[in-house]
């Protein structure tokens, strides 16, 4: 049986996945007066450069025998995860700036496109999974969850879910939310970075945004390649980075103006 304070938790991170990119836009909209425009082409990015583009490679990779047993190799692994996410996602960023948004190079236009990112982001990576376990949750619950289990295939990926949400430690799950809110600072950051090097036509900030990207996801990468196991550790590192990217943040719109003038 699935716990019901798991399964209420469970609904309030899906809730909060999807409710704190909609407050970011209003009290920014609010305060900046931020567009609309900017922030749906954030997501547009997100959905194109990442869910479809990086979605197809990373797809032929994984279904490649001889690549899918390389990239085994933790130290593989490590700068394929980490560069991957920050090369599609920074490039993405700086097309969509150069070509598509060409009158909007303001600072707040950085912030709206990475309310945009990091909201869908959100949305689609939180909130949709975890409507996914909750479904499963109640199936497990009312006994209709091995049902599902019509062969192999299917028992290989379901059970360990089963498995997991019986398991799950309620007080963990509720990181996700504080992950989301790191990552959607980040996504700001990196948005007002690529945008400052589109303004001012120098190019090196495009790689300073790959760079920044990957040293963020470091700590989940080691995780993922079982190098390091605690997880309140990867939580303190990622929390430590996101204090950094928003003072980065609150002082970056110093340049955009000195631009102007």
Known sequence: MVSQITITVLIITMCLSVL????????????????????????????????????????????????????????????????????????????MMRFALKRYRKWKDGLAFGIGHGGVESILILGLSNLSMIIFAFQINAGTFDQLLTNDSIKEVLMPIKEQLIAASPYMMMLGPVERLCAIALHIALSILVLYGVKSKKIQYLVYAVLAHAVFNLPAAFYQAGLLSNVLIIELLTVLFTIIILIFVFRSGNWFKQLEE
């Not at 305060?31 to 450069?49: H, R």
């Not at 190799?73 to 960023?93: D, K, L």
């Open 20 to 95: 704190i990119p909609i407050f970011l836009f209003f009290l920014f909209k609010k305060k900046y007066d931020i567009s609309m425009k900017v922030v749906l082409f954030g997501a547009l990015t997100f959905i194109l450069f990442v869910q479809i583009l990086e979605g197809i490679i990373n797809g032929y990779i994984l279904n490649s025998a001889t690549m899918a047993s390389f990239i085994e190799n933790a130290w593989v692994f490590i700068p394929y995860t980490v560069f991957m996410a920050g090369i599609f996602e920074e490039v993405g960023r700086y097309i």
